[in-house]
């Protein structure tokens, strides 16, 4: 009985349930308070009003959930410069339609539906043809130069829109002309959505690149209404001033490349490639330490190689002569039976092997090699490259390195941020398999 009344009398006279709104712990806020006392009354208080919760729920469209943490610290920067490129676009995109439908005949009363029919048949169907070719012959390199080729799409889709608008000054030729320009567009189709998937996988942090992906879309479609009516505008404001409409569409072409360069710019990505593995072996020769991907970002090149000459960027060229996945057959003579002595001496352990030519380390990879015997013959070659430039013997300098601080390397990647699971490059699609005949007719 004591019991009883020593627990009524530490009994609390209130309850008190907190109500907090969000999709991650970090993000929560508290939207309520509801307090119930010991006589069965209930009260509560609002800790937000109307117009927070709705901006809160707005915003969660646009956002990834989590948001920040489950995304990388890139992320802002990048989608802020894309969804400048984006808004850029679609203006223009108005300029260029308006000048097309104008060629094609639309509001004229000598023009026929299907001559207009057929020459936007004829135009689409040579972007559908280009962006399956373009497919076949770039495909498997999209993922791995991401940044370039995010550029290079978007370069291409300003030649496309310029052609739409050259078209109507050249009437002989309009039915060419757009279709040069549905060809740069179907390129910038196909790269555009491929280097766009790599850079969702590179974004998400908490394995939650489809929300990425689908806030992205969400973006994209803000920036495409905003675009449209004010691209409508300006194409009201400049209807039948020639001079006005090539300069509204040169100002916003520039700004749309200098929009896309600082967004490529800002991305730190943490995949190895070709050349941010050779930036990262040359800084590790050199103080043995390695670069994060974000020191890396400000090295390498975004634009093609042949452009990069007169670039002011401190890149690394070595990755240059080291070819991935040579074909056996296409070596000389000598480089065959050079190959042939070093594949009958490494038969039974080598999953690649390195043959060098002049100032080029081919690659041979074997047919049962994996992604990261690939990624250890990439940097081998380099190694054996990098000690060719200091004079030393290639071939036995380079093994011994490889024996002694490979796997210190590749610990060292690790622990600043790198993913080491694979190289990106090119398919390897030419592969060998070597055998050692013995004087009795077997094979081993």
């Not at 990624?375 to 054996?384: C, T």
């Amino acid at each position: 009985m004591e019991r009883d009344q020593n627990e009524n009398s530490t009994s609390p006279q209130a309850t008190v349930i907190e109500e907090w709104n969000g999709t991650s712990s970090t993000k929560l806020t508290k939207t309520a308070t509801i307090t119930a006392t010991s006589s069965s009354s209930i009260s509560i208080k609002r800790s937000s009003n109307a117009f927070t919760h709705i901006s809160q729920r707005i915003l969660q469209a646009f956002v990834p959930e989590g948001f920040p943490s489950s995304v990388t610290p890139d992320y802002v920067p990048f989608q802020v410069w894309d969804s400048l490129q984006g808004l850029s676009t679609y203006v223009r995109m108005m300029l260029s339609t308006q000048a097309l439908l104008s060629a094609i005949g639309v509001g004229e009363k000598s023009a026929t539906v299907i001559g207009a029919t057929f020459q936007w048949f004829l135009r689409d169907l040579t972007g559908m043809v280009g962006g399956v070719l373009f497919t076949c012959y770039q495909g498997s390199n999209l993922d791995s130069n991401a940044k370039m080729w995010r550029l290079v799409a978007d370069l291409m889709n300003d030649l496309g829109m310029l052609m739409d608008l050259v078209s109507p000054l050249f009437p002989s030729a309009f039915v060419f002309i757009v279709c040069l320009g549905s060809l740069s567009r179907s390129f910038t189709g196909v790269a555009s959505g491929a280097t766009r998937a790599a850079l969702t996988q590179h974004f998400a942090l908490q394995n939650n690149a489809a929300d990425i992906a689908a806030k992205e879309g969400s973006q994209e479609t803000l920036a495409t209404m905003f675009g449209m009516a004010l691209g409508m505008l300006l194409a009201h404001i400049t209807s039948g001033h020639s001079f006005a409409i090539w300069i509204s569409f040169l100002s916003l072409t520039i700004f749309h490349m200098y929009a896309n360069y600082m967004a490529v710019c800002s991305l730190s990505l943490n995949t190895l490639n070709c050349e941010r593995c050779s930036i990262v072996l040359s800084q590790f020769f050199k103080t043995g330490q390695v670069l994060s991907p974000k020191q890396v970002s400000s090295m390498e090149h975004v634009l093609p190689s042949r452009l990069t000459s007169w670039t002011s960027k401190s890149g690394d060229s070595l990755y240059k002569r080291v070819h991935l996945g040579v074909r056996v057959s296409s070596l000389d003579s000598l480089a065959m039976v050079n190959l042939l002595q070093s594949a009958g001496s490494n038969h039974k352990k080598a999953m690649y092997l390195l043959q060098q030519e002049r100032d080029i380390i081919n690659i041979i990879t074997h047919k049962d090699s994996t992604a990261a015997d690939i990624l250890q013959s990439f940097i081998h070659a380099l190694v054996m490259a990098k000690l060719g430039d200091q004079g030393g013997s290639m071939s036995l300098e380079s093994q011994s390195w490889m024996d002694k601080h490979y796997e210190v390397f590749l610990l060292k990647l690790q622990s600043s941020g790198w993913k080491t699971e694979r190289l990106l490059s090119s398919s390897v699609v030419w592969k060998a398999n070597w055998l050692a005949e013995y004087s009795d007719g077997k094979l081993d």
